[in-house]
């Protein structure tokens, strides 16, 4: 079936490209940002495409259209882009060209493509004029795709913004700008320009409303060896505050104009994957030169101070309560009150906001039965969610944000007979994730290295998942946050070439991160157990430092969805080890005896 309204979207922007001689217009999910999730008002490729995934890049033709997006959207947007004419590229997979690739190929002498540079980073925009060049095309970044074709577009971002105390931050602002002006000065940078929202909320310790989920204000920021200045939609809401930690605060829209004050000559720190390429166009208009480097805000704001790492493990252990109380509610009821992915889903977002230093969720929850829980970011629709039956495999991806930090967890459970095929699956991922839980490892690992500790146990049984292993998570922010990452692969999804980025991040005491393997069956069942770990020393000998990961998720991986007999000896001590912390940290916490008689059955030696 044909669907309408895409198909009439995309038209109305061909006749615009018709009239204003473009072959091709470039659309991504992103914000001016790069941010992972946006706000409505940015959702242009879901305006254009009807996919709603959050990796997506849209480019349109005058007689065709293609879609980029990675493995953990395929089967979702297979489904939203049925009916449009759109042509799903499923990144990563043999034979599909990148967008690079194919703008190679596809791109002639004397062709136009245009995209809104605010919204691509600079080494995708650098990327694109390269093959532009090489090809005799031309590019145009300063337009709008949706302008006057998005009739009803939501209103721009414009939330409240809060500002941290330094006793729930355990640093001040005016602290942290210092820490970067030093880095500033070891480099020899004059300036640095910032875009990054959660890295901008960490260094001046505020928080705003203008993404879901993601407590951040949309703000740019410049940083300069005597003033500071952060450019925001309500200036004079903490303009007092500013002033109090040594920086100005002035209008968002003003902050373009700011770039075209820099001198020639002058060096300013950038990094490529966080800034977009209308802000380097201008920096190297202005004949800047361009320090290249990782931001410092980043790595800092990744390793937690110790009054961050002792409110996130409270945080944690409240939330692990809230999680065990629903499964147990989960296992105990099913079959005997009717029960859907939605009613569950809901059931758990109002246990959650009981917590009283809650704030919201941190992402939407994801309550999968069967085989939805095969698509790794599904959300049930009311008129389409599944009934929960006593049978198969449940499926939770939920978390909160709370004053005290972000949660993140994941867990899957038996709700009554499964096949053999699903409790080996089930087993080798609760290997995976025991094993990595558990890693003991030298300092200068990255998340690479990491990686093979939880992968291996499938690879070896001819299985895998097609997403990371784990992500960084915030303090009280962003609940995907870098630049640490557990994965093994490090190709640029940009260049294709080897990257210096996330998962080649060395590993710190006090990063936060998930563990989170899964094995997914399409039209079948899925599986994920993730467990929050944080990085701690070991110990030291000749041989060098040591480090490892300490549990901060504490609920019980079931036993019951468990094949024991492929355990070997150590995986058994692990389980074992993780269910004893669970049980000691928990059971104090449970006051109803049928809670605790369950937690103490799901935790039982083995």
Known sequence: MINTTIVGRLNELRSRMEKENYDMILVTSSDFHGSEYVSDYFKVSEFFSGCTSDNVSLLILKDSAFLWTDARYFLSAGEELSGTGIELMKSGEPGVPTLNQFLDSHLQPGMTLGYDGRTISCERGEMIRRIAVEKNAGV?????????????RPEFPNGKISILSAEETGKDAKEKIAEVRE???????ASLVLSKLDDIMWLFNIRGEDIPYNPVAIAYCIIRNEEAFLYIRNPESISEYGKTEGFSVRPYDTFFDDLEQFTEGEKVWIDHAYLSDRIMSILLGRRIRPLLAPYPTNMKKAVK???ELERIREC?????VILCK??????????????TE??????????RSTIPDFIDLSFSTISAYGPNAAVVHYEPKEESCAGIKAEGFYLVDSGGQYESGTSDVTRTIALGEITEEMRRDFTYVAIANLRLLYAKFLYGCTGANLDMYARSVLWENGVDFKHGTGHGIGYRLNVHEGPQNIAWKIISPVTGKISGGNAKTVFEPGMITSDEPGIYRDGKYGIRTETIIECVEENNNEYGR????RPLTLVPIDLNAMNLSILDESDRKKLNAYHKEVYEKISPL??????????KKATKEC
Request: aromatic share 16%.
């Open 326 to 339: 629903f499964l147990y509610y989960v296992q105990s009821h099913v079959g005997k009150e009717e029960m």
């Open 342 to 351: 939605i009613s569950l889903a809901k059931k758990l977002d109002y246990m």
């Open 305 to 307: 101070n110790e009054t």
């Open 546 to 549: 040591f480090l490892s990961f």
């Open 183 to 189: 880095c500033m000065q070891r480099f020899g940078a």
């Open 316 to 320: 944690y252990l409240r939330d692990s």
């Open 590 to 599: 449970l006051s109803d005896p049928d809670e605790l008689a369950w937690l």
């Open 140 to 152: 145009n970044g300063t337009i709008d795709p949706a302008f006057d074709i998005w009739k009803d």
